[in-house]
């Protein structure tokens, strides 16, 4: 059998020329070559910074796209200034997030801000005046209320938030919004 070499655009006339399981095999290898290839491109083309990171929505109104340009539909729009999403990827100024649902879709970095925020989950949550279980509460958040993210001490399972006006601290287990293992300083 002769080796013979094509361009991408015979392989819809290979695919059509070859056995059903053949044909199958080749879209198959060509759909894995064209993804790890499109991940290879939004590796290479980021920012460099660490992924994934938390960042947070910087206007009122952001679309939420199925890919990574203008040209992909919007899947999503959020109407919550300063909501915590977290990035995953990047491919030149957009970014690929996911929400503290597990929505996941591509934005364009100028819609995000460094700027750290969390989002308190579960029940009503117990802001402490020090980062102790006993310590004095200082305020209660509910489901869904937004703060800013004010430090993560090293080794530790509480953060500094600052909510309504209300400066305190949360155990990370009861917002979403920063690693585990995360210090935010």
Not at 7 to 16: E, G
Not at 28 to 57: H, K, N, Q, Y
Not at 78 to 88: A, F, G, N
Request: with cysteine.
């Amino acid at each position: 059998m002769a080796v013979r070499s094509f361009q991408l655009s015979s392989v819809f006339y290979l695919a059509t020329t070859m056995s059903p399981t053949r044909s199958g095999f080749l879209a198959l290898a060509c759909t894995l070559f064209l993804a790890a290839t499109a991940t290879a491109l939004a590796v290479a083309e980021g920012t460099g910074l660490p992924l994934p990171r938390f960042v947070s929505l910087r206007a009122t109104e952001v679309n939420m796209r199925a890919g990574p340009g203008v040209q992909y539909p919007v899947e999503w729009v959020y109407h919550r200034q300063k909501l915590p999403v977290e990035i995953i990827a990047e491919y030149n100024t957009w970014r690929k997030v996911r929400d503290w649902q597990g929505t996941q879709g591509w934005i364009h970095s100028s819609m995000l801000d460094g700027r750290r925020f969390i989002i308190v989950t579960g029940a009503k949550r117990t802001i402490r005046r020090k980062a102790a279980a006993k310590s004095a509460p200082v305020a209660r958040a509910e489901t869904g209320v937004i703060g800013q993210l004010t430090r993560c001490p090293d080794g530790g399972n509480w953060c500094e938030v600052e909510i309504g006006g209300h400066k305190g601290w949360l155990r990370k287990v009861d917002f979403w919004g920063v690693h585990r293992d995360e210090v935010v300083e």
